[in-house]
């Protein structure tokens, strides 16, 4: 082995270097996405950034007339890709080499625009040392047979809550477990769980694989003696989500009788009948055993179908044979066939067609609108949605040119955003358009004028931002309840911070925010936090990620020399007073005229989003009025349903997310497609799977173009 790392030391890094120098091959444009201006956002102290709207004249696109799609950058994988890549292609390989590698930039709000992803002598110095890293865990690791187990406090449930070891069911619904499975085959499902009995029956749970019933027991267990109860289930290979459900709640106040069901885990064990080390990641990258004197036929099988899931696509000929000479190169240079095998699936990983997300134009400087090929749209939807490379049914549908039909397309959205890696959607996208992702150890407060602060606060106001989200993706709500939803996710530190019923147990749970001053994601302490100083609010802040982050509507940055430092508090005058203060200089009115109407509205919620209703010892004051001109608000409430209700509001989400759909800010001349999936999304009931839909089934999702040469 040490001599092959000592050749692919020379050999390979040339190899790798060589092609990432030429990755712009003919019919790879690799020109910048926006024609030249990066229009980067300016970052803001909460460590989220947004990026400018762009304007400009409205195009048409009726009928079939193709308008500019656009081209996007040869675009590298950041570091999330990456590494769900390495998990997905290892088949749920537990190693994550992209942590080491350097934070990616942002623009336009985001860290997967591809203009901004460039490669440095250090990253791909890095590359190479994940590359063995992985290779050393994968040719020691099992992965998929066996038993996996999901403890239930781990899970998503709609009703109850975990409460210690035990996900608690208090009343009929169900908690959600997620697994993956590797193989193909005849799986026991088992659940250990036990009832709070009460009433003329025993607790009654069922087990669903997919949405599809395996079955309905009644639960004789009690606590002292929980059981284990068992299901047959015939499964294919895929995410795969399981969910327990409490069917026969009862509740006698009277008598004090509460019947309920505790689950605590489920385990998947199977399947059945695998020949031994049939489920080892190692025997899934080597499916075949070499025979002496045709190592080679073995040596291509081996590679032929690990690159082609690498890099996302058919392997040319000439590309496969290179690999196999690599192999044999090394393997003739007196090396064992395992370790010559390695040495090629290291340039695998290495190689730009890996690292990088490459999309192919027949005429690379021409202006004509071509579709993407099926394997370049499997992956653009699959990194949109999971952040990670396309599955086996979307290179199926790829491989059998299915995807080309918006049916189609429609259908594999329904079924990614069922999947467990929708989550990514949470983390990723809404993590940096809502700002949650800056919800970490940078965020820092008072101690003295904010005792109640700390880690397990902070913790939880991003688990109801999260949850929150999440309910979206999962749930087929209206993204214009974003901002007017009168539920939210709370536990006992949140419910104590906004005046809640205290919930049962110590998990979360969906309450109603009736009775407190509470709507929607304005109002949610983690926004509120993220959005204020250590030691006051800032309307500067929230009046801008207001207008960034909903209206699409930027302000200016400041005029050189002013200062931006924040007001000390002040017993005798509020934060409005001060900002008044501030606006009689012209050239910062010019700006705050705009933002500070917006970030008021907010004011009664302090910096760590409690509910207050004075400030500087005067009643707090958080009316104003939308931009140019736009509807007076009272309050929060008031702003937060003018804000929902307004098209604004919807054109500016289907901007943020087309953004991060196609890695690229909007141009002038996408303004036609953003106001048709706008509409198209709006038709309905302005989902979130409404929206997907609306945007991958757009010509300027599903096409590019090249992009002209300068002279």
């Known amino acids: 082995m040490r001599a092959s790392s000592r050749r692919f030391g020379a050999l390979g890094s040339l190899v790798g270097i060589t092609a990432l120098s030429s990755a712009c091959y003919t019919g790879v444009s690799n020109g910048r996405a926006d024609g030249g201006d990066d229009s980067v956002g300016t970052a803001d102290d909460s460590g989220a950034e947004a990026g400018s709207a762009e304007s400009g004249d409205d195009g048409d696109t009726e009928g079939d007339e193709i308008l500019d799609p656009g081209n996007v950058t040869l675009h590298r994988l950041n570091r999330v890709e990456y590494n769900n890549t390495i998990r997905d292609l290892f088949w749920g390989l537990e190693v994550t080499p992209a942590d080491d590698f350097p934070a990616d930039d942002h623009s336009f709000g985001f860290d997967n625009i591809a203009d901004v992803l460039s490669v440095t002598p250090l990253l791909f110095e890095l590359y190479e040392r994940a590359s063995e890293q992985v290779l050393d865990a994968a040719f020691t690791a099992e992965g998929g047979a066996g038993v996996q187990r999901g403890e239930a406090e781990d899970g998503t449930g709609d009703v109850g809550s975990a409460n210690g070891e035990v996900w608690v069911l208090t009343s009929n619904g169900g908690v959600t477990l997620p697994f993956d499975v590797a193989l ?175 999309e192919i134009d027949p005429e690379p400087s021409s202006l004509t609108a071509h579709p993407l090929n099926d394997y370049e749209l499997a992956s653009r939807l699959s990194y949109f949605m999971w952040s990670s490379m396309p599955d086996d049914e979307l290179f199926a549908a790829a491989k059998a040119g299915e995807l080309q039909d918006p049916t189609e397309l429609q259908d594999h959205v329904v079924r990614m955003l069922a999947d467990p890696k929708a989550e990514a959607l949470v983390a990723n996208f809404a993590g940096q358009w809502l700002y949650f992702r800056a919800l970490g150890p940078n965020v820092v407060k008072d101690p003295t004028l904010f005792p109640t602060f700390d880690e397990e606060l902070l913790a939880s106001m991003r688990t109801e931002m999260e949850m929150f989200f999440r309910s979206f993706v999962t749930e087929g709500r209206s993204l214009r309840e974003l901002l007017t939803s009168d539920t939210s996710f709370v536990d006992a530190r949140l419910a104590a911070h906004y005046g809640l019923p205290m919930p049962e147990g110590t998990g979360f749970v969906e309450t109603s925010l009736a009775g407190v001053p509470r709507r929607g994601l304005l109002t949610q302490a983690g926004l509120m936090t993220v959005l204020s100083h250590p030691q006051v609010t800032s309307p500067v802040k929230r009046g801008k990620w207001l207008l960034e982050q909903l209206l699409c509507l930027p302000p200016a940055p400041p005029p050189a020399g002013v200062d931006t430092q924040p007001p000390a508090p002040d017993p005798d005058a509020s934060v409005r007073e001060q900002l008044e203060q501030h606006r009689l200089d012209p050239k910062c009115a010019v700006c705050h005229d705009t933002i500070d109407p917006l970030g008021l509205g907010l004011e009664h919620y302090d910096s760590i989003g409690a509910y207050r209703t004075t400030d500087g010892g005067k009643p707090v004051d958080a009316s104003g009025n939308l931009p140019n001109g736009g509807p007076a608000f009272e309050d929060a409430l008031g702003m937060a349903t003018l804000l929902g209700e307004s098209d604004d509001f919807a054109t500016c989400t289907v901007r943020h997310t087309m953004t991060y759909a196609l890695g690229r800010g909007i141009l002038p001349t996408d303004l036609a497609y953003i106001d048709d999936i706008t509409a198209q999304a709006s038709a309905s009931e302005f989902a979130l799977e409404d929206l997907v839909i609306a945007i991958v089934t757009s010509d300027m999702f599903r096409m590019r173009r090249g992009e002209e040469v300068s002279p």
């Not at 694989?209 to 059981?227: I, R």
């Not at 795969?240 to 106040?253: E, G, I, K």
């Not at 000929?317 to 699936?345: I, N, Y």
């Open 184 to 358: 193909d085959g005849d799986y026991e499902l088992r659940v250990r769980a036990y009832g709070q009995q009460a009433g003329p029956a025993l607790a009654q749970m069922m087990v669903e694989v997919d949405g599809v019933a395996l079955g309905t027991v009644d639960v004789e267990a009690v606590a002292a003696t929980p059981g284990e109860y068992a299901f047959d289930v015939t499964l294919a290979a895929g995410s795969r989500t399981v969910v327990v459900s409490f069917l026969n709640d009862y509740y006698d106040a009277a008598a004090g009788l509460d019947r309920n069901l505790y689950v605590d885990w489920v385990e998947l064990d199977g399947p059945a009948g695998l020949p031994p080390g049939a489920d080892d990641i190692k025997a899934k990258l080597l499916p075949c055993t070499p025979t002496a004197g045709a190592e080679a036929e073995c040596t291509r099988e081996v590679l032929g179908a690990f690159a082609e899931r690498a890099w996302r696509r058919p392997l040319t000929t000439a590309e496969l044979e290179g690999l196999v000479e690599l192999a044999e190169s090394a393997r003739q240079g007196g090396d064992p066939w395992e370790d010559s095998v390695r040495l090629a699936l290291k340039s695998v990983l290495v190689s730009p067609h890996f690292v990088f997300r490459v």
